[in-house]
C-alpha cells in the first residue's frame, strides 16, 4: 500500500488534519455556551410535527407539488383549515 497521499483526493481548502491540530483542538462541551448555540444549527421547533405514512390520490398530491416547496406544509394547513368547519368522526 503507497503512503503517498492520491493528488485527487487532495483538498487544499479542507486538509487533513495534523497532530498539531488534535492537541490544539476543543471538545464542542468546553466551548462557550453562545458559541455552541450558533454551531448547533436552527433550533428545534417548539411546535413539532408527527411523521406518519398517509396515501393520497394521484391528483391532489400533484396538484400540491405543482405549487413548489413547502407543499407539505400547504397540505397540513388545507387539513387544519377543514376542521375548523367539519368533524372527523
Known amino acids: 500500500m503507497s ?4 493528488p485527487e483526493l487532495i ?3 479542507n ?11 476543543v471538545r464542542f462541551d468546553a466551548l462557550p455556551e453562545s458559541l455552541q448555540t ?3 444549527g436552527r433550533p428545534k421547533a417548539t411546535i413539532t410535527k408527527e411523521r406518519i ?13 405543482a405549487s413548489g416547496e ?3 406544509t400547504r397540505v397540513d394547513a388545507a387539513l387544519k383549515d377543514w376542521l375548523k368547519t367539519h368533524s372527523p368522526a
Open 11 to 13: 483538498d487544499e481548502e
Open 70 to 72: 413547502g407543499w407539505q
Open 53 to 65: 405514512t398517509i396515501r393520497l390520490s394521484k391528483e391532489v398530491v400533484e396538484q400540491f407539488r
Open 3 to 6: 503512503k503517498k497521499p492520491d
Open 38 to 40: 450558533k454551531l448547533r
Open 15 to 25: 486538509p487533513e488534519w495534523t497532530d498539531e491540530m488534535f492537541r490544539e483542538s
